[in-house]
């Protein structure tokens, strides 16, 4: 069954710790993308890559960092100059930035002890 | 500047009535519409789209309605079920743009 598939699903991390969130699919997408959710509010765009080896910020991609390795897997890093981390994080794909839609994971809920 | 936004934070609608959730932009280089379902503690789930290209897509018992003048678009259920039940998230994307845009999102609930 091909998907997306985020781990863990809880996740408590300690001030001033780096944390990194999986992602990794097996959909074949080029495009893969990283939102965060808050209560209330719609997903915001943290980073996003359109192929291997290549990712771009978003809209609110300060305090966190990304790679592309391989197509399959976008890791994603809260480091501890994100000053509210604390959130809903998703990860999604599509077959490339232009053809849409997103298909997304169920998500990671990161919490500050 | 909220680009994207669903001015009805919820909804609540009888089961078999229709449901209408309702979205507006701002940006006119947007051309393409999709819409979200999202359970708790899930990803959302892709629904339906629609191209700036056309003014309605309907998929069974979902149809989109989309209105360039107005900026305007929204999502019809009909007849709507318990199962509906859920927060549904519109959002718009641009050719140039290659990001999509979310509304905060509209929790509907379908009460028997």
């Known amino acids: 069954d091909g998907g997306i598939t985020q781990s863990p699903k809880y996740l408590f991390r300690k001030e001033g710790q780096n944390v990194t969130l999986s992602c990794e699919q097996n959909?074949?997408?080029?495009?893969m993308y990283w939102y965060r959710q808050d209560p209330g509010q719609g997903l915001r765009l943290i980073y996003y890559?359109?192929?291997?080896?290549?990712?771009q910020k978003g809209d609110i991609a300060e305090g966190y960092s990304v790679s592309r390795e391989k197509k399959e897997s976008f890791p994603l890093t809260v480091t501890s100059a994100q000053k509210n981390p604390t959130a809903f994080y998703l990860c999604?794909?599509?077959?490339?930035?232009?053809?849409?839609?997103?298909?997304f994971g169920d998500g990671t809920r990161l919490s500050i002890l | 500047d909220q680009q994207v936004k669903q001015n009805s934070p919820s909804l609540s609608v009888q089961e078999g009535r229709i449901s209408i959730l309702n979205c507006d932009y701002t940006n006119s280089m947007f051309d393409y519409f999709l819409w979200y379902k999202k359970y708790p503690a899930e990803g959302p789930t892709f629904l339906i789209s629609i191209s700036s290209i056309k003014d309605k897509n309907e998929d069974g018992r979902f149809t989109v309605f989309l209105n360039k003048s107005a900026k305007h678009l929204s999502l019809h259920i009909v007849p709507s079920q318990p199962g509906d039940s859920a927060v549904y998230f519109c959002a718009a994307l641009s050719g140039g743009y290659n990001k999509l845009i979310f509304g905060a999102g509209t929790r509907l609930a379908v009460h028997p």
């Open positions: 959909l074949n997408h080029d495009a």
């Open positions: 890559s359109q192929i291997v080896n290549d990712f």
């Open positions: 999604a794909s599509s077959i490339s930035l232009s053809n849409q839609p997103q298909h």
